[in-house]
């Protein structure tokens, strides 16, 4: 999904629709290896052992993806990232409803302090704003406060 501009609610929306279909979290990665599967690289419901659990010592339905199965080569992406794209995807389980709610508290602020307006269509700069900085206040505002 390629979107310019600001996010609208009903985007925001609709990812928090798709983080609702998804399987509960949190999620975890788990480095698995069996003959079939050789050095599995999965997201699971469950954390990881460091055993390197072999099936059927694992419960399959406790996978929720993988990002490597090197033996036979049926998951093994180009660029090696495995478990960095493992860590990136049971990560986001559990920081994307944050990210949401914390979208929708800053919004809610902004609403609350009468600032329905920005300064550009892409909004407030975000350094600046994290800076300290309200909205329409600037570096040279602030330097002379």
Do not use: C
Request: hydrophobic share 40%.
């Amino acid at each position: 999904m390629e979107a310019a501009g600001p996010m609208t609610d009903e985007e925001l929306a609709a990812i928090e629709d798709l983080v609702d279909a998804t399987t509960p979290g949190p999620w975890y990665v788990r480095l698995l290896d069996d003959d079939w599967a050789m050095n599995l690289v999965a997201v699971s419901t469950t954390p990881d052992t460091q055993l390197g659990e072999r099936w059927p010592d694992f419960d399959h339905h406790e996978i929720v993806a993988g990002t490597l199965i090197q033996q036979p080569r049926y998951v093994d992406v180009a660029d090696g990232r495995w478990d960095e794209n493992a860590r990136f995807i049971a990560e986001a389980r559990q920081h994307v409803p944050r990210l949401i709610a914390e979208v929708r508290r800053l919004r809610r602020l902004l609403a609350e302090a009468g600032d329905d307006h920005t300064e550009s269509e892409a909004g407030p700069d975000p350094v600046h704003f994290a800076a300290g900085h309200g909205p329409a206040e600037s570096e040279a505002d602030h330097d002379h406060a």
